[in-house]
């Protein structure tokens, strides 16, 4: 089974820049999605951004423009670059992976826990 390890959130003042890394390791399939999915207290899951393994990729509404996904050639390593660091943009970010879905199909949903393969999740917080 694949097994997903994040590193690189932390705390950042609005505006600024971070990035997420996600080491992929484990079996994979011939065909998969890799996202980047957030929650913030009260809140619900939102997929942000996926990728997948032909080279297909989107991003929610919420961060297009200034949120950029990216999957090292390899497919060992997924990051996530955040530029222009909002508030609301404060919330645990985790790397998770789907079988059997294109990026744009897994855009949409859904996030039952059982449909992804799930990392241990990363804060980022976003200060004024």
């Known amino acids: 089974i694949m097994q997903l390890v994040e590193s690189g959130g932390g705390s950042v003042q609005a505006g600024g820049s971070l990035t997420l890394s996600c080491a992929a390791s484990?079996?994979?399939?011939?065909?998969?999605?890799m996202a980047w999915i957030r929650q913030s207290p009260g809140n619900e899951r939102e997929i942000i951004a996926t990728?997948?393994?032909?080279?297909?990729?989107g991003h929610a509404d919420s961060v297009k423009g200034r949120f950029v996904i990216s999957l090292d050639d390899d497919l060992q390593t997924l990051y996530l670059q955040m530029n222009n660091l909002k508030l609301e943009d404060t919330a645990n970010y985790t790397c998770a992976s789907r079988p059997w879905v294109t990026a744009t199909q897994a855009l949409r949903g859904p996030t039952y826990q059982k449909l992804w393969i799930w990392g241990q999740g990363i804060q980022v917080t976003v200060s004024s």
């Open positions: 990728i997948d393994t032909d080279g297909g990729i």
């Open positions: 484990g079996n994979t399939w011939p065909q998969y999605t």
